[in-house]
């Protein structure tokens, strides 16, 4: 059995004065709430401000999911919500699609128009709690376009809304793939960051190393492609959008996936904080402190959840909490125990944010910030993972950053590579997995958990739904407002779209229509799948 | 490892999913076992993997779910028995309730692996039940 | 459907003429795997081809080619052509398995019945990679394809052995610098005739563009008596730009051709020589290296043992073989 970090770090047996020698405290850590901010952003950590706690949601209808939420409510989760939508919308394509007939709601919320947000988000506050919308790179200008049409709505302004809902181009690498093309996403990526700064919307962009780490990357890996992610992005908006580090910094959260390795995890958030507040001192020269804070949101690994014993992934998913609040996050939602059989069922996801309860109000962990400063191993490996980051971030920047590494195929082998070797090692019992290589039981003795049934009738109601709600529409308005969407579209990619979007999607435009005419304004086909035709002419 | 030399197979996503992880990792490790593999990749149709099935002529076909709508995969076992491809197994791994791993079994699924499933047991699956099997081992 | 096994060589040719895919298939797997047998059917679809356009496109590991193939493939569909693919792909020199990414990058085409992509490994099949390209190709061209597309990695022998059995070649570049442009120069670069510049939004594109024209001016004047002026097109696969113009290059070059009835002769005489040194390269190969032949084996102890020479077990080899 391998007793080293997953990126390949050998752990002694003990530690001691001469593995944290030259440590400076005022240097390295400072105490909480001053830079570097290893120990956090807030003097009194969580008793000056708790982490949300949340589930993501989305499931069927935008109805049912509504109801799932007002029940992630009930069950003490007031602090946001947060939901993530299903691979139709993911794709850019309408439910009415031919492929999306096949998948509506299923493994997500169907959010193909302003009208399935308005029905999400029924007697939901828009204000008073935060609002994530997760999906894939493409829509976020749609999600984002949904937040402030139905702010408006309601009547409120719009930059009272907090949250995040934009999510970065990158992860269509990082084995979460889809149809839109990379520098299409980039631009329209840069578009939303640019709009909600302006006009100083506080929504978020979530720069994914979550989906690096659970397709396989390592923990130094993954701080040096987040590290690169941000630079890439802000130095995009400074450059190319005209704005300073320090109002830039404030669109880019970060969201981390926390496995078993409880001390490694740790130690990579606390990282991660202080090289960030450096890059952000030293690099782009921040002016203001709270640019030289990241925000970092937790996911707890879904890939830990293993098929075999699935209520062994209860105490996984114990650890992973503890290590991400000792760790110091803003944010946490958990992988659920039957994370590797289907979508969340209400129990497990009720398990879920009750470990997190538990965590918060039991444990003691969240009543003193940074508990394990100070410890030689911790110490010890937090400079470690910092110190393997960097080497990698310094390769990634030696190539010209994260965009032309990825155009090198340099991040996209460093991630196979890596995850065939973890494939390996658990292949070769190099590292033991309770249950699955290590302490097999007979298949027949395993309990049986509940299972959220996926049912493909309700990808045909949707799709049905939404082939005659289309027909009700302001034809009128929709010609015009995407008529000018097609206009706007073909002004270059530094012309902002959202003004238009959002004209557009308060018409109900649907995503399908939104970026099939961004599409072909840009001269790729309409569909992303070539399978349907613009029902529009717009020349 | 030269389990696979001329063995040809698929392996792809099914529908809109987007999770390629399972499947490179499958893929490569065919690839090292000597088999030669037809990555088709994500958002692939039950008609695509048909029709690339049928141009490729293959031996076998391996579906990567993360969790699909897995009537899709059901359905393409269909398209491929209407199309005279019917020797031709469809192997899953990935994200699958067990009650629907078993469903798919009774219809013309030829195996599922879940996930943890070690590259030896896929291998020797794979090799054992590809379509002229027989051939490749006299 | 004929079946696999067939040698029904009628059988065959006919359900090729006819379009069945399947048929098609299974006829390439059993080329895969070196079934002797096959040189009979082979000799009548030889017979039976030579109306498709061969078009070989190669260059560089990742400088697009598939992408590039599958917006040509576009073009050509809107033309009313019909397109069939034959892409070739490394294998693994430690397993000698391959992954075969090709078709992935050809996803736009997959549901089209006027387009047929087959995929082929380095080391899959079980003779030559460049005699067995060169039979699949006679497969396909005894159908009724309107283009058949040839496409590998433009490194080593094998790959370059493979692009010979095209009527036009296609070589893709990416935008270079300064090295890599000489290397371009000294290497691979004189079996293209028509020369593409992809990821044409890089900054250094224009600047490569006029340096392999630079090349082309050159090595006309240095060899005047050619009458084909090799042209260079800009593209960007991604957003399909510069794909037409490709598209009429590659009918400018048959068109050429047909005027030129001298150099299309000379070429299609190049093809016949090449194919079949590949052919008797491959048989030698067969008798020589695969250690089946008793007889073959004697008389390599025999050159072993110095009672014999190598030379002269060449001679009875290709005795043999006339």
């Known amino acids: 059995m391998k007793r080293e970090t997953d990126y390949g770090y050998a752990l002694k047996g003990a530690y001691g004065p001469e593995d944290v020698t030259g440590f400076d405290y005022s240097r390295d850590l400072a105490d909480p709430g001053q830079y570097p901010y290893t120990r956090g952003y807030f003097p009194q950590g969580y008793r000056s401000r708790m982490w949300t706690q949340r589930m993501t949601a989305g499931l069927g209808t935008s109805a049912a999911a509504n109801l799932v939420l007002k029940n992630y409510r009930e069950m003490g989760q007031t602090g946001g919500i947060c939901v993530i939508s299903d691979r139709v919308f993911s794709d850019c394509i309408d439910p009415d699609h031919p492929l999306g007939r096949r998948e509506a709601g299923i493994l997500g919320w169907p959010g193909c128009s302003l009208l399935e947000f308005e029905e999400l988000m029924d007697g939901i506050p828009l204000t008073g709690q935060s609002i994530t919308l997760l999906g894939s790179s493409a829509p976020s200008v749609m999600r984002l376009a949904y937040i402030v049409a139905l702010a408006q709505k309601r009547g409120i302004d719009p930059s009272e809304v907090h949250g995040s809902c934009m999510e970065s181009p990158f992860e269509n690498y990082f084995g979460q793939t889809d149809v839109s093309p990379f520098d299409l996403n980039l631009k329209l990526f840069l578009d939303a960051g640019e709009y909600v700064l302006r006009n100083k919307i506080r929504m978020r962009a979530s720069i994914i190393s979550q989906h690096f780490q659970e397709s396989g990357g390592n923990s130094a890996q993954a701080l040096a492609i987040c590290l690169s992610m941000i630079k890439e992005v802000c130095g995009r908006l400074i450059n190319e959008r005209g704005l300073d580090f320090d109002t830039t910094s404030l669109f880019p959260y970060e969201l981390v996936s926390v496995g078993t390795r409880f001390f490694d995890e740790i130690a990579k958030i606390r990282a991660l904080r202080r090289m960030y507040a450096r890059m952000a001192k030293e690099e782009f020269h921040a002016k203001t402190e709270k640019a030289c804070q990241l925000l970092i949101a937790i996911h707890t690994s879904g890939r830990t959840m293993t098929f075999q014993q699935p209520l062994n992934n209860i105490v996984r998913c114990a650890i992973q909490t503890l290590a991400g609040v000792i760790g110091g996050c803003t944010a946490l939602d958990n992988a659920t125990l039957d994370n590797a059989h289907s979508e969340p069922s209400a129990l497990a996801a009720r398990m879920s944010l009750n470990t997190q309860h538990i965590v918060a109000y039991e444990s003691g962990a969240a009543d003193v910030v940074d508990p394990l400063a100070g410890s030689y191993y911790m110490e010890a490996l937090t400079n470690k993972v910092e110190e393997e980051g960097y080497r990698i971030y310094n390769e990634i920047q030696g190539m010209g950053g994260m965009i032309a590494a990825l155009e090198r195929g340099y991040v996209q082998d460093m991630l196979s590579a890596e995850a065939a070797k973890k494939f390996q090692e658990i292949d070769r019992k190099e590292r033991l997995v309770v249950g699955v290589n290590h302490l097999v039981i007979p298949e027949e003795d395993d309990f049986e958990i509940p299972i959220q049934e996926v049912h493909s009738h309700d990808s045909e109601k949707i799709a049905d739904r939404m082939e005659a709600w289309k027909k009700t529409r302001d034809q009128a308005a929709l010609q015009t407002t995407l008529a000018q969407l097609y206009a706007d579209g073909k002004k270059g990619d530094r012309f902002n779209l959202m003004p238009a979007i959002i004209e557009a999607v308060k018409a109900y435009a649907s995503v399908g229509e939104v970026m099939g005419t961004i599409r072909l304004a840009r001269g790729l086909t309409y569909d992303p799948f070539d399978m349907i035709q613009c029902p529009y002419a717009y020349e | ?138 | 459907m004929v079946e696999a096994g067939s040698d029904d060589i009628q059988a065959v040719t006919a359900a090729l003429a006819r379009g069945d895919i399947r048929a098609c298939a299974r006829i390439i797997s059993r080329v895969e795997r070196a079934e002797e047998d096959l040189v009979p059917l082979l000799r009548a679809l030889y017979k039976a081809g030579g109306r498709a356009q061969v078009v070989g496109v190669t260059g560089p590991p990742g400088a697009g080619k598939s992408s590039l193939v599958s917006q040509m493939i576009r073009v050509w569909r809107k033309r009313g052509k019909r397109v069939a693919v034959l892409a070739v792909d490394p294998s693994s020199p430690f397993s000698g398995g391959a992954v075969l990414g090709d078709r992935l990058r050809m996803a736009d085409h997959t549901c089209d019945d006027g387009v047929f992509i087959r995929s082929m490994a380095s080391r899959g099949q079980l003779g030559g990679l460049a005699k067995a390209a060169g039979d699949v190709l006679t497969v396909l061209d005894a159908m009724d394809w309107d283009v058949i597309v040839v496409e590998t990695v433009g490194v080593g022998q094998n790959e370059t052995a493979i692009i010979r059995h095209a009527d036009v070649v296609v070589l893709v570049q990416t935008p270079m610098g300064g090295d890599d442009v000489q290397a371009a120069k000294a290497g691979i670069n004189e079996i293209g005739d028509i020369y593409v510049v992809n990821k044409g939004d890089h900054p250094e594109a224009d600047r490569t563009v006029s340096q392999i024209r630079d090349m082309i001016t050159l090595d006309h004047h240095l060899h005047p008596e050619s009458t084909w002026i090799r042209p260079v097109v800009k593209t960007q696969s991604i957003l399909g730009q510069g794909v037409e113009d490709l598209a009429d290059a590659v009918q400018q070059w048959f068109d050429h051709v047909r005027n030129h009835p001298e150099t299309a002769a000379a070429r299609a005489r190049h093809r016949v020589r090449h194919r079949t040194a590949e052919i008797i390269r491959d048989t030698l190969d067969k008798r020589l290296l695969r250690d089946e032949e008793q007889i073959v084996d004697s008389m390599i102890d025999q050159v072993v043992s110095r009672h014999r020479d190598p030379y002269t077990l060449a001679d009875s080899l290709l005795a043999g073989m006339a």
């Open chain 2, 1 to 138: 490892m030269h389990k696979g030399k001329g063995i040809k197979v698929i392996i792809s996503m099914i529908g809109l999913d987007g999770h390629t992880t399972g499947g490179e990792i499958v893929a490569r490790v065919l690839r090292d076992a000597g088999f030669e593999v037809i990555y088709l990749g994500a958002t692939q149709t039950p008609e695509m993997i048909l029709k690339a099935a049928i141009q490729e002529d293959v031996d076998a076909i391996g579906i990567s779910s993360h969790a699909s709508n897995f009537h899709q995969i059901e359905y393409l076992v269909e398209l491929l028995k209407d199309n005279g491809m019917g020797d031709v197994p469809v192997i899953c791994g990935g994200n699958i309730p067990k009650h629907v791993a078993s469903r798919l079994k009774g219809n013309g699924i030829a195996e599922v692996f879940p996930p943890g499933s070690s590259s030896a047991q896929i291998i020797d699956y794979v090799t054992a039940n590809a379509r002229g099997a027989a051939r490749k081992s006299a």
